[in-house]
């Protein structure tokens, strides 16, 4: 069995994406409907940058969206995989939901760029931070969390692979736990640099204002299972999807876990789709010997084939 996995925020560089749209039409026209959807040359900002643009979350966001749909694509295209799981990182799980054919490319583009701006305007600049904690177990560090939060907001943001947790929250309660973590033993704890507190109680309203852009969106019934970073298991019901991605906003990403989940049941190869391979790093580390490649060029689409 095979599963699509799509990269999350942190994996977009300028260029991505500018070697499929050289070679392939169906690449070009995915970044042409996206220009068309969001009013701005978004094709622009991800082949040529600059890199602080690209970087501002309103705009990664679609960017990095629009990057993973147009190698899907042409890895559709060109070597006829179907996958048996879909899956994302955060943004990503929206990537998942178009190949799954649940989200029309165009609603998906436009939904994530409005997610950035609300997830950017949740929480003032500068007063809310995520951090890398690694050599922690989750239960340890749950419990940092809860010792360093002092009536703030820190906790676990994304599980991403053994001893790999990032906290969030506000800077003042992720700095008391970098320090706690430190003190207990962590092989590493570090600022990240991001320009918000993703996936915390903190971006609850930035869920809610999310709320009616995605009820204008029609989901279609899933062609193939969307593994939720909610749940870590597989949802196949159009009807639950909503109330999913409105959840994942301020709910942790579980990707160790639904990894593990897809492992268990069946999956024996993965395959990152869009820039970078960043997931598939994670993949190893939480099964070192299932097989990982990842799609972002003509190189890595040719090894695939």
Known sequence: MLAFVFPGQGSQHAGMGKELSENFAIARQVFEEANDALGM????????????????????????????VAALRVVQQETGLTPDFVAGHSLGEYSALVAAGCMQFADAVRSVRQRGQFMQQAVPVGTGAMAAILGVDADDLAQICAEAAQGQVVSPANFNAPGQIVIAGDAAAVDRAIALAKERGARKAMMLPVSAPFHCALMVPAGERLRPVLEQVDFAPLQVPVVSNVEACANDDNDRVLELLIRQVSAPVRWEESVRWMIDNGVERFVEIGAGKVLCGLIRRVERKIPVANVENVATLKALQ
């Open 41 to 68: 040359d978004i094709a622009r900002l991800c082949h040529e940058g600059p890199d602080e643009e690209l970087k501002l979350t309103a705009n990664t966001q679609p960017a990095i969206l629009t990057t993973s």
